[in-house]
């Protein structure tokens, strides 16, 4: 049945609906294109017969795989409701035909050669976007001259046309140390740039050792890098480096292992590597091998590619000849959008996310598709464009404000975030930027980010983020950065908590092997390789209650505000209480003789501690805990719970930071109506609903509003010393 669909209709359908869409983003175009599709069209009587046309059509497998991966179940939910397919936002999709109801079963993506797709897109007006109707078929050898003309040709058209993607002229001069990737009759060798190099353009890599390689710089290397060595005696993944940079026309690539001599106690390896931001930053572009986990694997291996071929179409202008043949059409499951996220080996090591942040240019290598980012736009191998551009003229056709403080600029993936922000902040030198909290809400982004990623060496932890705190702290025009954190916002930075886990932390053996003991308590880089967020990054509505008096930090250079650090204390005056202890075990009797607060407190010691409660939180070592208000939202109360250390200095109390805890406020009538509750249990187990994407399930805040209301009761205030 399948065979007698007419795509071709289909396809006019999704080309006219890229054009509404676009036109709608002030794109514009001439007369619409005419469509022939009605609005759906059965494919087969129900899922049952999907299965045993599985056997013999491509397209009924991938229908089948998509219902068997919904894991429905009671599959006779499905029965006697027909297949039906559709376009919707410019896209075919399948559908249950559930009583004039569609419910999306999957969508499917349709593909043609990249000449075609243009020839397809010129003659009806339209612009390769974020959801392009045509995608291009792309080559299962990574290696290809195709495939590598395509990387070739973003280069190009950026150095070209973009101005805003040139690196900053401080980041311009060479590392003191690059390889010369030779030719095909001339071997790859090393050589020491000179103050008279300024001209020099350079690839740099990123990219996971996973191994010790098998060649590095070394005093015995040295001399035999510098005379060449054959491609083939260079660990895989140098070799696929070596050969994309060659095809990119670049003469010279920056590699760590060959270009830094790898002892770690050198005066070498400190020196260079506190030049991160030039080496990555002055690049012309820096290479990511994202999928690979080890330097002896390689990167351009071949790829899986499922395209079905359907039939040839004639281009909307019904331009066919014998030397002009209609194009091939070929569909495929929908783009699984996870793999246009780097979320790969690469992303888990720490030292990658500044060389990812601060190029100017990335060329992504992963295991399915090569990824170009620049300061403009991003595209994707198989025929995708995400544009600066396109987002802005997207916001505007809901708001005529596109300025600091507006939504879209939070829309962008992180690299676009982070290259865009020093345009998107205001110029006024007179705007009160340190007291905006929008201000700093790209950092929290970046710390989020950062810290469930791995090091050899914890100590390194602040040190491989200090490139991007140097760059943020130019664009907010501010240096006073405090081991991970901004003076200026320090009362919202220091109510940070890890993911899942917000008043005690969680304690698992590969954290305490990644414990950073350097750090004080108060900063995020003392946790283990867990998710730190902050729920107050995209908050605007709140209100400090406590007040940072002074901040001491001992730093092992100096003079570089953004290097390690040896020690830490931060000295705060606020609203506080204290503890006899974080946790009762008798917390769960009604006939306990304990306030709600050291109740309620109890109960999340007892949450978050699935290992068992640890002895010091039911009898402090230091005496007793402590809460300090910190921050006040409009219907919520935010703590942070310390623990003292048994010092005193100077009169002063001197702690611990132990975590976080959240009081929120509920009226009665925001409670829903047992009416309304029971009508959306009703809908989450309807028949659409069993057949449907799993949703996650409604779920019930315990409301704590007596505590809150204690808690408003003034506190008395008091200075405390956290370390």
Same mark, same amino acid.
């Given at each position: 049945?399948?065979?007698?669909?007419?795509f071709g209709?289909?396809l006019?359908?999704?080309?006219?609906?890229?054009?509404?869409r676009?036109?709608?983003?002030n794109q514009?175009?001439?007369?619409?294109l005419?469509s022939?599709?009605s609005d759906?069209?059965k494919?087969?009587?129900?899922?049952?017969?999907?299965?045993?046309s599985?056997?013999?059509?491509n397209?009924?497998?991938?229908?089948?795989?998509?219902?068997?991966k919904?894991?429905v179940a009671?599959v006779?939910d499905?029965?006697d409701?027909?297949?039906v397919?559709?376009?919707?936002?410019n %896209?075919?999709?399948?559908?249950?035909?559930?009583?004039?109801?569609?419910?999306r079963?999957?969508?499917?993506?349709?593909?043609? +050669?990249?000449?075609?797709v243009?020839?397809f897109?010129?003659?009806?007006?339209?612009k390769?976007?974020?959801?392009?109707?045509?995608?291009?078929?792309m080559?299962k050898?990574?290696?290809?001259?195709?495939c590598?003309?395509i990387?070739?040709?973003w280069?190009g058209?950026?150095?070209k046309?973009?101005d805003?993607c040139k690196?900053?002229?401080e980041? *311009? %001069?060479p590392?003191?140390?690059?390889?010369?990737v030779?030719?095909?009759? *001339? +071997?790859?060798?090393?050589? &020491?740039?000179?103050?008279g190099?300024? *001209?020099?353009?350079w690839l740099?890599?990123?990219?996971?050792?996973?191994?010790?390689?098998s060649?590095?710089l070394?005093t015995d290397?040295?001399?035999? /890098?510098k005379?060449?060595?054959?491609l083939?005696?260079?660990d895989?993944t140098?070799q696929?480096?070596?050969l994309v940079?060659?095809?990119l026309?670049?003469?010279?690539?920056?590699?760590?292992a060959?270009c830094i001599?790898q002892d770690?106690?050198?005066?070498?390896?400190n020196?260079q590597a506190?030049?991160m931001n030039?080496?990555?930053?002055?690049?012309?572009?820096t290479?990511?091998?994202?999928?690979?986990?080890?330097?002896?694997?390689?990167?351009?291996?071949?790829?899986?590619?499922q395209y079905i071929p359907?039939?040839r179409?004639s281009?909307?202008?019904?331009?066919s000849t014998?030397?002009?043949p209609?194009?091939?059409v070929f569909?495929?499951?929908?783009?699984?959008?996870?793999?246009?996220?780097?979320n790969?080996?690469?992303?888990?090591r720490?030292?990658t996310?500044?060389?990812?942040?601060l190029p100017s240019?990335? /060329?992504?290598?992963?295991?399915?598709?090569?990824i170009?980012?620049?300061?403009?736009e991003?595209?994707?191998?198989?025929?995708v464009?995400?544009s600066i551009?396109?987002?802005m003229?997207?916001a505007?056709?809901?708001?005529?404000?596109?300025s600091?403080?507006?939504e879209?600029?939070w829309?962008?993936?992180?690299f676009?975030?982070?290259k865009?922000?020093?345009h998107?902040?205001?110029s006024n030198?007179?705007?009160?930027?340190?007291s905006?909290p929008?201000?700093?809400y790209?950092?929290?982004?970046?710390?989020e980010?950062y810290t469930?990623?791995?090091f050899?060496?914890?100590?390194?932890?602040?040190v491989?983020?200090s490139?991007?705190?140097?760059?943020f702290?130019?664009?907010?025009?501010n240096?006073e950065?405090?081991?991970g954190?901004? %003076?200026?916002d320090?009362?919202?930075?220091?109510?940070?908590?890890t993911d899942?886990?917000?008043?005690?932390?969680?304690q698992?053996?590969?954290?305490?092997?990644?414990?950073?003991?350097?750090c004080?308590?108060?900063s995020?880089?003392?946790v283990?390789y867990?998710?730190?967020?902050?729920?107050h990054?995209?908050?605007?509505?709140? *209100?400090?209650?406590?007040e940072? &008096?002074?901040?001491?930090v001992?730093?092992?250079?100096?003079?570089?505000?953004?290097?390690?650090?040896?020690?830490?204390?931060?000295?705060i005056t606020?609203p506080?209480? %204290?503890? @006899?202890?974080?946790y009762?075990?008798?917390w769960k009797?009604?006939?306990a003789?304990?306030?709600?607060?050291?109740?309620?407190?109890?109960e999340?010691?007892?949450n978050?501690s @699935?290992?068992?409660?640890?002895?010091?939180?039911?009898a402090p070592?230091?005496g007793h805990?402590a809460?300090l208000?910190?921050?006040?939202?409009?219907?919520?109360?935010?703590?942070?719970?310390?623990e003292a250390?048994?010092?005193v200095s100077?009169g002063?109390n001197v702690?611990?930071?132990?975590?976080?805890?959240?009081?929120?406020?509920?009226?009665k009538?925001d409670?829903?109506?047992p009416?309304?509750?029971?009508?959306?249990?009703? /809908?989450g187990?309807?028949?659409?609903?069993?057949?449907?994407?799993e949703?996650?399930?409604?779920?019930?805040?315990?409301?704590?509003?007596?505590?809150?209301?204690k808690s408003r009761?003034?506190w008395?205030?008091?200075?405390?010393?956290?370390?």
């Open positions: 049945m399948c065979k007698r669909i007419d209709a289909f006019i359908a999704c080309l006219q609906q890229c054009r509404d676009q036109e709608a983003n514009g175009y001439d007369a619409p005419t022939d599709c759906r069209v494919c087969h009587n129900d899922i049952f017969e999907i299965e045993k599985s056997r013999d059509c397209i009924c497998r991938v229908l089948f795989q998509a219902f068997e919904r894991k009671d006779e499905a029965r409701l027909p297949i397919f559709r376009v919707f936002g %896209k075919i999709e399948a559908c249950f035909d559930i009583e004039e109801r569609l419910i079963l999957c969508r499917l993506d349709m593909y043609m +050669n990249e000449a075609d243009n020839e897109f010129r003659l009806c007006e339209i390769e976007d974020h959801s392009p109707p045509i995608l291009k078929t080559e050898d990574p290696c290809s001259k195709a590598l003309a990387a070739s040709g280069l058209d950026c150095l046309n973009h805003s690196p900053p002229t980041f *311009q %001069k590392p003191k140390r690059l390889i010369n030779g030719t095909e009759t *001339q +071997n790859p060798f090393l050589v &020491e740039t000179s103050t190099s300024q *001209q020099l353009k740099s890599l990123s990219y996971c050792w996973g191994e010790e390689p060649m590095k070394t290397t040295m001399d035999m /890098l005379n060449g060595v054959p083939n005696k260079f895989p140098i696929d480096a070596i940079t060659r095809a026309g670049i003469t010279y690539i920056w590699i760590d060959l001599v770690r106690n050198t005066k070498d390896w020196e506190s030049k030039e080496i990555y930053g002055g690049s012309t572009v290479l990511v091998v994202a999928s690979s986990n080890s330097v002896r694997n390689g990167f351009l291996k071949k790829r899986e590619l359907i039939r179409y281009n909307p202008a019904g331009d014998d030397t002009n209609a194009a091939r569909l495929s499951p929908e783009w699984d959008g996870s793999e246009d996220e780097l790969g080996p690469w992303s888990n720490g030292w996310m500044q060389e990812g942040l240019r990335l /060329l992504h290598y992963t295991s399915s598709q090569m170009w980012k620049c300061g403009e991003q595209r994707f191998e198989r025929g464009t995400k551009q396109d987002e003229a997207s505007l056709t809901y708001s005529d404000d596109i600091f403080g507006s879209w600029f829309r962008l993936e992180t676009m975030k982070f865009t922000f020093p998107y902040l205001p030198l007179d705007y009160p930027l340190l905006n929008e201000t700093f790209l950092w929290y982004d970046l710390v980010e469930q990623r791995r050899k060496y914890i100590s390194d932890r602040l491989a983020i490139g991007l705190a140097q760059i702290g130019n664009a907010i025009r240096n950065y405090v081991t954190l901004w %003076k200026p320090l009362i919202r930075g220091l109510v940070w908590h899942g886990a917000k008043l005690i932390p969680r698992s053996a590969d954290n305490m092997r990644a414990f950073n003991n350097a004080p308590s108060w995020w880089a003392r283990g867990e998710v730190v967020k902050n729920s990054k995209d908050s605007i509505s709140f *209100q400090a209650l406590s940072v &008096e002074d901040v001491q001992d730093l092992v250079d100096q003079l570089n505000p953004f290097s390690a650090v040896k020690s830490g204390s931060v000295t606020g506080l209480k %204290k503890a @006899p202890r974080l009762n075990k008798e009797s009604a006939d003789s304990i306030s709600e607060f050291e109740r309620r407190l109890s999340i010691v007892e978050e @699935p290992g068992g409660v640890e002895h010091r939180y039911a070592p230091g805990f809460a208000q910190m921050l006040e939202g409009v219907d919520s109360l935010h703590l942070l719970m310390l250390t048994g010092s100077k002063i702690y611990r930071r132990v975590g976080v805890v959240t009081l929120r406020y509920f009226c009538q409670v829903a109506s009416e309304l509750t029971a009508g959306l249990e009703e /809908l187990t309807c028949r659409a609903a069993r057949l449907g994407p949703k996650g399930r409604w779920g019930k805040r315990k409301a704590s509003s007596d505590i809150v209301m009761e003034p008395k205030r008091d200075t405390v010393i956290i370390v």
